[in-house]
């Protein structure tokens, strides 16, 4: 079995997060598990599934903007946070 296959056991303990939870099947050609009640796709990563919808997939893209435009202080060297819109 190739390591980039989750356990057997693990997939099938894996439910859609999804307030369904549905059961999930593994596609191993396309290295993705896919629910059967919504047929939402999670990639597997290295035999890990990535079990996120796409809400925070989205929260996670813009939390990590918001970190990779961390500068360093041109007086100090050491990094700034940029002022959040929000505050
Ligand atoms: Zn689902």
Known sequence: MPATTPAPVLLELLRCPEPHHAPLSFDREASCLTCSECDKEFRVEDGIPVMLLDDVKEELQAWAQTTTAWQ????????????????
């Open 72 to 87: 360093a202080s041109p007086a100090t060297g050491r990094p700034t946070r940029p002022a959040s819109p929000g505050t």
